[in-house]
């Protein structure tokens, strides 16, 4: 009786230990983005992110690998303890999580540019994912993103100022034709300007002058047949 019971028990944390490891999934080492759109020699950043997945995780271990992408920096995460400081020359990295997790966390952050037009990825390799004392299981994503050329600008030409041709003739023709009308018309001779005066210094004066002048005029007609009269008696006498 004392067989099969303590038979029974086994069975039982059999089936109970059974359930608890296939209920505790692989850990995940991944990059975000996934995956995304981006030009030649434009900068982006990727997060490398560690998820638990119900495990705990205190260590990371493994090395940054680019395909068709430049690396810029690397940046270990805040919180985050580097035994190996990964750098762009050798991306390998140990890092330590004090206290360790059982949350998804952020280790490190990767600065890169697509190097060619084609697809680019981001990988590890040499990874491993350790517990308190043991290796956790784990699996690693590959980033995956599309490099296309940078985009050319074309400037239209600008357009040159419209000339209304017909305006302009007409406005040239007519300067023509009236030079043409100033240069054939006559001017007034020095004679005829006199004479124009004269005949309008008459016109304009009044009649009370008019008298005076020729009374004037008379006078001195007077006066002088007075002195030739008087010296041709003299003369006579003589």
């Known amino acids: 009786m004392k067989k099969i019971i303590l038979l029974a028990l086994l069975i039982v944390v059999g089936i109970f230990g059974a359930s608890q490891m296939v209920c505790a999934a692989n850990s995940v080492l991944s990059p975000l983005p996934v995956s995304l759109d981006s030009t030649v020699n434009t900068s982006f950043n990727i997060s490398v992110k560690i998820d638990p997945v119900g ?3 205190c260590l990371v ?10 690396c810029k920096n690397i940046t270990v995460a805040s919180g985050v303890m580097a035994q190996t400081i990964p750098t762009c020359t050798n991306p390998s990295f140990t890092l330590g999580i004090p206290k360790c997790t059982t949350v998804a966390k952020d280790i490190l952050s990767v600065a890169v540019a697509g190097s060619n037009v084609g ?3 981001l990988f590890f390799t040499n990874v491993r994912v350790i517990g308190p004392g043991t290796n956790v299981a784990f699996t690693s994503q590959n980033g995956i993103y599309g490099i296309t050329a940078v985009p050319t600008e074309t400037s239209e ?3 040159a100022p419209v000339t209304n041709t017909d305006t302009v003739n007409q406005q040239t023709n007519e300067t023509i034709q009236g030079n043409t009308t ?11 300007s006199l004479t124009n005066g004269l005949q309008a210094s008459l016109l304009n004066a009044s009649p009370s002058k008019t008298v005076v002048v020729i009374g ?8 002088i047949l007075g002195l030739w009269y008087s010296i041709s008696k003299k003369k006579k006498k003589e």
């Open 216 to 223: 004037i005029i008379l006078l001195i007609i007077f006066i």
């Open 157 to 159: 030409p600008e357009s």
């Open 61 to 70: 271990k493994g090395t940054v690998n680019f395909s068709n992408l430049t």
């Open 55 to 57: 495990n705990k995780v």
């Open 119 to 121: 697809q680019a990825s």
């Open 182 to 192: 100033q240069s054939q018309t006559p001017q007034p001779t020095n004679k005829n």
